[in-house]
């Protein structure tokens, strides 16, 4: 079965580094989206890219967020100077259609750990 | 935004069905309802998704109230692995050729199993 893949695992960073987070969504999808959650919190939306641009973001995915398509499969989600509150669990998300529609499926990877020291 | 509300918690035996109720009633006639699960240590899981009419799968089954301001998901025999936090959605259907309308998680149903 298809799947979303993500790396790291677990990333431990000292505060004030850049972090890159890298996906692979599943290969069909047009969709792509960021989600994070903060240990004991929820699942909270980032930004989705559809067509190579943000189509919407979150009031969390400020100036220090940045994602970008590489190429046709990686999909990644830069910090670009991190801080202790962007310790989290860091989920790469891919949809086939508009999760508005019949084929509204969202497929989560495992997700990327970042720890901020 | 259209909210859900759900129960904090709820608890049910092994093999036995377990319905999750969900309230939507500030739902628009473009919602969807979504329900995705999260199992412990893992990234959230698609479980069902319906507009009006009832829905099954091969992991649940979706029943939508007539005027769509509630649903239920059913889990026809719930088993250890179904111990979850289960998430009710609504996703509004803005401009289907422009973009998407993400998902907004709230704090869901924890569901424990009793074996």
């Known amino acids: 079965e298809p799947e979303v893949t993500q790396t790291p695992s677990h990333q431990v960073t000292q505060m004030g580094q850049e972090v890159i987070l890298r996906c692979v969504p599943i290969?069909?999808?047009?969709?792509f989206y960021w989600y994070r959650q903060i240990l004991g919190q929820k699942v909270e939306f980032l930004v989705s890219?559809?067509?190579?641009?943000?189509?919407?973001k979150s009031e969390i995915f400020d100036d220090q967020f940045s994602v970008e398509r590489p190429d046709g499969s990686n999909f990644t989600l830069k910090i670009r100077s991190t801080k202790l509150e962007d310790s989290a669990m860091y989920f790469c998300?891919?949809?086939?259609?508009?999760?508005?529609?019949?084929?509204?499926?969202?497929?989560f990877g495992e997700g990327s750990r970042l720890t901020v020291l | 935004d259209a909210k859900t509300t759900q129960p904090n918690s709820m608890e049910s035996n092994e093999e036995e069905p377990v319905h999750l109720p969900c309230n939507h009633s500030?739902?628009?006639?473009?919602?969807?309802i979504h329900w995705y699960r999260q199992l412990p240590s893992q990234g959230p899981e698609y479980v069902i998704h319906?507009?009006?009419s009832n829905v099954n799968n091969r992991m649940a089954s979706l029943a939508i109230a007539e005027d769509r301001k509630s649903s239920t998901l059913i889990l026809h025999r719930a088993t250890l692995r179904d111990a979850a936090v289960y998430y009710c959605i609504l996703s509004r259907a803005l401009f289907r050729n422009s973009g998407n309308t993400p998902l907004a998680f709230g704090k869901g149903t924890r569901l424990s199993v009793i074996a």
């Open positions: 500030t739902i628009s006639g473009t919602d969807y």
């Open positions: 319906g507009l009006t």
């Open positions: 890219f559809y067509n190579n641009e943000i189509s919407e």
């Open positions: 290969s069909n999808h047009l969709y």
């Open positions: 998300a891919s949809s086939e259609g508009n999760l508005a529609g019949a084929a509204g499926e969202l497929f």
